[in-house]
Protein backbone atom coordinates (compact mmCIF):
# COMPACT_ATOMS: atom_id res chain seq x y z
CA UNK A 1 0.00 0.00 0.00
CA UNK A 2 1.07 3.12 -1.09
CA UNK A 3 2.39 5.73 2.03
CA UNK A 4 0.89 9.12 2.12
CA UNK A 5 1.06 12.12 3.96
CA UNK A 6 -1.87 13.16 6.45
CA UNK A 7 -2.31 16.38 7.24
CA UNK A 8 -4.89 17.69 10.27
CA UNK A 9 -5.75 21.19 10.78
CA UNK A 10 -7.97 22.88 13.07
CA UNK A 11 -8.83 25.07 15.91
CA UNK A 12 -7.36 24.54 19.56
CA UNK A 13 -8.57 21.94 21.55
CA UNK A 14 -10.58 20.35 19.09
CA UNK A 15 -8.54 16.88 20.15
CA UNK A 16 -6.65 17.19 16.95
CA UNK A 17 -3.44 15.62 18.57
CA UNK A 18 -5.25 12.95 20.53
CA UNK A 19 -7.08 11.93 17.01
CA UNK A 20 -3.17 11.93 14.83
CA UNK A 21 -1.65 10.45 17.37
CA UNK A 22 -4.63 7.81 17.56
CA UNK A 23 -4.82 7.13 13.66
CA UNK A 24 -0.77 6.96 13.20
CA UNK A 25 -0.42 4.01 15.60
CA UNK A 26 -3.51 2.20 14.14
CA UNK A 27 -2.16 2.69 10.35
CA UNK A 28 1.86 2.35 11.42
CA UNK A 29 2.73 6.00 10.75
CA UNK A 30 4.85 8.40 12.09
CA UNK A 31 2.65 11.45 14.47
CA UNK A 32 4.75 14.70 14.36
CA UNK A 33 2.72 17.40 16.56
CA UNK A 34 3.41 20.51 15.71
CA UNK A 35 1.43 22.39 17.92
CA UNK A 36 4.38 20.88 20.59
CA UNK A 37 6.83 22.33 18.41
CA UNK A 38 5.54 25.85 18.97
CA UNK A 39 4.76 25.42 22.93
CA UNK A 40 8.14 24.03 23.26
CA UNK A 41 9.58 27.52 22.02
CA UNK A 42 6.83 29.44 24.07
CA UNK A 43 7.84 27.18 27.13
CA UNK A 44 11.83 28.53 26.45
CA UNK A 45 10.88 31.63 25.95
CA UNK A 46 9.41 32.06 29.21
CA UNK A 47 11.80 30.24 30.79
CA UNK A 48 14.82 32.44 29.32
CA UNK A 49 12.57 35.51 30.39
CA UNK A 50 11.58 36.73 26.72
CA UNK A 51 8.03 37.75 27.40
CA UNK A 52 8.93 41.43 28.48
CA UNK A 53 6.11 44.33 29.46
CA UNK A 54 6.33 45.42 25.93
CA UNK A 55 6.11 42.08 24.95
CA UNK A 56 8.34 39.28 23.13
CA UNK A 57 12.23 40.30 22.53
CA UNK A 58 11.92 39.07 18.67
CA UNK A 59 15.93 40.02 18.28
CA UNK A 60 17.20 37.55 21.63
CA UNK A 61 14.48 34.80 20.46
CA UNK A 62 15.89 34.82 16.95
CA UNK A 63 19.37 35.06 17.90
CA UNK A 64 18.81 31.44 20.20
CA UNK A 65 16.45 29.65 17.43
CA UNK A 66 19.98 27.38 16.62
CA UNK A 67 20.17 26.39 20.21
CA UNK A 68 16.25 25.19 20.68
CA UNK A 69 16.13 21.74 19.71
CA UNK A 70 13.01 19.95 19.72
CA UNK A 71 12.27 16.33 19.43
CA UNK A 72 9.93 13.56 19.79
CA UNK A 73 10.60 10.33 21.73
CA UNK A 74 7.90 7.53 22.21
CA UNK A 75 7.10 7.01 25.56
CA UNK A 76 7.60 3.18 26.01
CA UNK A 77 4.60 2.88 28.19
CA UNK A 78 2.00 4.78 26.55
CA UNK A 79 3.56 4.09 22.85
CA UNK A 80 3.22 7.98 22.52
CA UNK A 81 5.72 10.60 21.22
CA UNK A 82 6.90 12.85 24.41
CA UNK A 83 8.28 16.15 23.82
CA UNK A 84 11.78 16.90 24.60
CA UNK A 85 13.20 20.85 24.53
CA UNK A 86 17.12 20.30 24.40
CA UNK A 87 17.58 16.82 25.91
CA UNK A 88 14.57 17.26 28.70
CA UNK A 89 11.27 15.80 28.97
CA UNK A 90 8.93 18.93 28.99
CA UNK A 91 5.50 17.09 27.83
CA UNK A 92 3.56 18.24 30.61
CA UNK A 93 5.18 21.64 31.09
CA UNK A 94 4.35 22.28 27.17
CA UNK A 95 0.37 22.02 27.99
CA UNK A 96 0.35 24.26 31.15
CA UNK A 97 -2.19 27.32 31.12
CA UNK A 98 0.74 29.24 30.89
CA UNK A 99 2.02 28.03 27.83
CA UNK A 100 -1.50 28.13 26.58
CA UNK A 101 -2.02 31.46 27.32
CA UNK A 102 1.07 33.06 25.54
CA UNK A 103 1.63 30.39 22.72
CA UNK A 104 0.15 32.13 19.95
CA UNK A 105 1.95 35.75 19.74
CA UNK A 106 5.10 33.06 19.70
CA UNK A 107 3.30 31.43 17.17
CA UNK A 108 2.63 34.60 14.57
CA UNK A 109 5.77 35.06 14.64
CA UNK A 110 6.96 34.81 10.74
CA UNK A 111 10.93 33.53 11.99
CA UNK A 112 9.49 31.57 14.23
CA UNK A 113 6.76 29.68 11.89
CA UNK A 114 9.79 29.32 8.90
CA UNK A 115 12.03 28.19 10.74
CA UNK A 116 10.25 25.39 12.43
CA UNK A 117 8.27 24.96 9.01
CA UNK A 118 11.72 23.96 7.63
CA UNK A 119 11.97 21.20 10.40
CA UNK A 120 8.43 19.48 9.85
CA UNK A 121 8.83 19.46 6.01
CA UNK A 122 12.48 17.65 6.80
CA UNK A 123 10.67 15.26 9.30
CA UNK A 124 7.75 14.63 6.39
CA UNK A 125 9.94 13.68 3.26
CA UNK A 126 9.72 10.26 3.44
CA UNK A 127 5.65 10.21 3.56
CA UNK A 128 3.83 7.86 6.04
CA UNK A 129 3.23 10.79 8.56
CA UNK A 130 0.68 11.88 10.17
CA UNK A 131 1.03 15.87 11.47
CA UNK A 132 -1.57 18.00 13.17
CA UNK A 133 -1.09 22.10 13.26
CA UNK A 134 -2.74 25.02 12.11
CA UNK A 135 -1.56 24.97 8.38
CA UNK A 136 -0.22 21.92 7.68
CA UNK A 137 -2.58 21.49 4.85
CA UNK A 138 -2.11 24.87 3.82
CA UNK A 139 1.35 25.95 4.32
CA UNK A 140 3.39 23.00 5.39
CA UNK A 141 2.29 20.15 3.06
CA UNK A 142 -0.05 21.65 0.68
CA UNK A 143 0.17 18.91 -1.48
CA UNK A 144 -0.95 15.93 1.40
CA UNK A 145 -2.86 13.42 0.00
CA UNK A 146 -5.39 13.34 3.16
CA UNK A 147 -6.01 16.77 4.55
CA UNK A 148 -8.75 17.33 7.57
CA UNK A 149 -9.75 19.87 8.95
CA UNK A 150 -11.31 19.87 12.60
CA UNK A 151 -13.65 22.14 14.45
CA UNK A 152 -16.16 22.24 17.08
CA UNK A 153 -17.73 24.87 18.94
CA UNK A 154 -16.06 27.11 21.52
CA UNK A 155 -17.95 26.21 24.93
CA UNK A 156 -17.10 22.33 23.76
CA UNK A 157 -13.68 22.66 23.48
CA UNK A 158 -13.25 25.06 26.35
CA UNK A 159 -15.17 22.28 28.13
CA UNK A 160 -12.87 19.23 27.00
CA UNK A 161 -9.34 21.44 28.18
CA UNK A 162 -11.28 22.12 31.36
CA UNK A 163 -11.66 18.27 32.23
CA UNK A 164 -8.18 17.85 30.30
CA UNK A 165 -6.50 19.47 33.09
CA UNK A 166 -8.94 18.69 36.04
CA UNK A 167 -7.68 15.02 35.47
CA UNK A 168 -4.00 15.77 35.30
CA UNK A 169 -4.57 17.52 38.82
CA UNK A 170 -4.11 20.91 37.64
CA UNK A 171 -6.09 24.06 38.67
CA UNK A 172 -8.46 25.09 36.20
CA UNK A 173 -10.99 28.06 35.30
CA UNK A 174 -13.90 27.43 32.63
CA UNK A 175 -14.12 30.83 32.24
CA UNK A 176 -10.42 31.61 32.05
CA UNK A 177 -10.25 28.61 29.41
CA UNK A 178 -12.95 29.77 27.34
CA UNK A 179 -11.69 33.29 26.61
CA UNK A 180 -8.21 31.49 26.16
CA UNK A 181 -9.87 29.68 23.75
CA UNK A 182 -11.29 32.70 21.69
CA UNK A 183 -8.67 34.36 21.88
CA UNK A 184 -6.55 31.91 20.31
CA UNK A 185 -9.21 30.93 17.41
CA UNK A 186 -8.90 34.97 16.81
CA UNK A 187 -5.04 35.44 16.77
CA UNK A 188 -4.68 31.92 14.85
CA UNK A 189 -6.82 33.08 12.35
CA UNK A 190 -5.59 36.85 11.37
CA UNK A 191 -2.13 36.46 11.84
CA UNK A 192 -0.12 37.05 8.66
CA UNK A 193 2.24 34.04 8.34
CA UNK A 194 0.31 31.11 8.00
CA UNK A 195 -2.89 32.04 9.63
CA UNK A 196 -5.39 29.25 10.16
CA UNK A 197 -8.10 28.62 7.51
CA UNK A 198 -9.37 25.35 5.68
CA UNK A 199 -7.42 23.96 2.57
CA UNK A 200 -9.69 24.18 -0.26
CA UNK A 201 -9.55 20.62 -0.76
CA UNK A 202 -9.80 19.60 3.30
CA UNK A 203 -12.43 17.51 4.54
CA UNK A 204 -14.20 19.10 7.52
CA UNK A 205 -15.02 16.99 11.19
CA UNK A 206 -17.19 19.03 13.09
CA UNK A 207 -16.31 17.00 16.32
CA UNK A 208 -18.84 18.92 18.45
CA UNK A 209 -20.82 15.89 19.00
CA UNK A 210 -18.97 12.90 18.44
CA UNK A 211 -17.95 10.27 20.26
CA UNK A 212 -14.28 9.20 20.03
CA UNK A 213 -15.37 5.87 18.71
CA UNK A 214 -17.72 7.90 16.21
CA UNK A 215 -14.43 9.67 14.87
CA UNK A 216 -12.24 6.76 14.91
CA UNK A 217 -14.56 4.85 12.65
CA UNK A 218 -14.84 8.33 9.98
CA UNK A 219 -11.15 8.71 10.26
CA UNK A 220 -10.12 4.96 9.16
CA UNK A 221 -12.89 5.42 6.21
CA UNK A 222 -11.29 8.52 4.83
CA UNK A 223 -7.62 6.80 4.94
CA UNK A 224 -9.34 3.73 3.51
CA UNK A 225 -10.81 5.36 0.83
CA UNK A 226 -7.48 7.32 -0.23
CA UNK A 227 -5.01 5.02 -0.58
CA UNK A 228 -7.47 2.64 -2.02
CA UNK A 229 -9.03 5.16 -4.73
Not at 30 to 56: H, P, Q, W
Not at 118 to 128: C, R, T, V
Not at 159 to 178: H, P, V
Request: glycine share 6%.
Amino acid sequence: MKKITIAIDGYSSCGKSTMAKDLAREIGYIYIDSGAMYRAVTLYCLENGLFTEKGIDTDTLRKSLSEIKISFRLDPDTQRPVTYLNGKNVEDRIRTMEVSSHVSPVAALGFVREALVKQQQEMGKQKGIVMDGRDIGTVVFPDAELKIFVTASAEIRAQRRYDELKAKGQEASYDEILANVKERDYIDQNREVGPLRRADDAMLLDNSHLTIAEQKEWLAEQFQKTTNG
